[in-house]
């Protein structure tokens, strides 16, 4: 019913910039938040940013200044950009819609593929 395909990770430097994309299909009438979880190896996952359809957004501590998500609700298409990247926000980020309202009705929990992202000199 909604799928969620992220796309834009790869190979940084220390100090660069990458920025994330999450595109989302199906019959949407909204998504209610979409944000954006990362999960480091032996590590548990957890959230990078969320953002509602007003606008709030909410940020990790240790992302603060330095990512900012962003979101074109036309397109259901929901934006990390990440800026000043270090070496331990090296993980996998998954694109997640909490609660989306389609045609079929609601779904809840949705989640991306994931995409990598390696921060290495």
């Known amino acids: 019913q909604v799928q969620l395909v992220e796309s834009g990770g790869g190979l940084v430097q220390p100090g660069g910039s990458l920025r994330l994309s999450c595109a989302a299909s199906g019959s949407i009438f909204s998504i209610n938040p979409m944000g954006w979880y990362r999960q480091a190896p032996g590590k548990e996952r957890e959230l990078v940013a969320s953002i509602t359809s007003g606008g709030t957004t909410n940020y990790a501590d240790s992302v603060k200044g330095r990512f900012t998500i962003s979101k074109d609700n036309a397109k259901n298409t929901v934006y990390l950009q990440m800026n000043k990247l270090k070496p331990e926000d090296t993980a996998v980020y998954y694109c997640?819609?909490?609660?989306?309202?389609?045609?079929?009705?609601?779904?809840?929990?949705?989640w991306g593929q994931g995409t990598l992202v390696t921060v290495s000199s």
């Open positions: 997640n819609a909490k609660h989306a309202v389609t045609t079929k009705g609601v779904v809840l929990e949705v």
